[in-house]
């Protein structure tokens, strides 16, 4: 069974969808916030899911360290962000090579990269008039959403849409869908071949 840890810092609809979804293959052992006020992590308590708080600002150089330390604790063997909005540095990403996945709210590389996440990434969309967006999965490396894409779904953009009915859809149509889908996928993959083991 790969244990996930789901990294989260607002509202945890997509950490809601991995709860829902079903995984035989894996099952999510921690939440990690970047922030206690996350409703994120209620939606892991309710589910039983212990969950820690790592607030970079308070932790400083130890951020890193004390987060792996955590997550080799738990004994994880996949992190997902799901709408986490710390940039992880590079000891962590090279702790768990192809094993850390981030669902992004468009079509990448469209709307990506620094200053792109949340609603700003759909206000941008919306300024930009495109008719198509989306969502995006990928694997997570040093360069902000720069990652090998595993998968994409396309959501039309509707006359009159602001950027929170254009953020609603893309999650309901595409994130909340491609993010179990992918992580099921990937937990599969793993169990499979044992060299995927941390
Ligand atoms: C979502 O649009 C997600 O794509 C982005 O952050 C938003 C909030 O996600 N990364 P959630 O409801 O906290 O999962």
């Not at 099952?27 to 994120?40: G, I, Q």
């Not at 962000?81 to 990448?108: C, K, M, Q, W």
């Amino acid at each position: 069974m790969i244990r996930m840890a789901v990294f989260v810092s607002g509202g945890g609809t997509n950490l809601q969808a991995l709860l829902d979804s079903e995984n035989p293959y894996g099952t999510v052992a921690l939440v990690v916030a970047s922030n206690p006020r996350a409703y994120a992590i209620e939606r892991g308590r309710q589910a039983g899911i212990p969950a820690l708080v790592f607030q970079r600002k308070k932790l400083g150089a130890a951020y890193s360290e004390k987060l792996l330390a955590a997550l080799a604790e738990h004994r994880i063997d996949l992190v997902v962000l799901a709408g986490f909005l710390t940039i992880l540095d590079e000891a962590v990403i090279a702790a768990y090579p192809r094993r850390i996945l981030n669902i992004h709210p468009s079509l990448l590389p469209a709307f990506g990269g620094v200053g792109f996440y949340g609603i700003k990434v759909h206000e941008a969309a919306l300024a930009r008039g495109v008719k198509i967006t989306g969502a995006t999965v990928h694997y997570v490396n040093e360069v902000p959403d720069g990652g090998e894409i595993i998968a994409q779904r396309a959501v039309e953009v509707l006359p009159g849409d602001t950027p929170e009915t254009l953020q609603r859809r893309v999650m309901e149509q595409a994130e909340w869908h491609i993010l179990p889908e992918v992580v099921r996928n990937q937990c599969k993959t793993m169990e499979e071949d044992p060299s995927w083991k941390a």
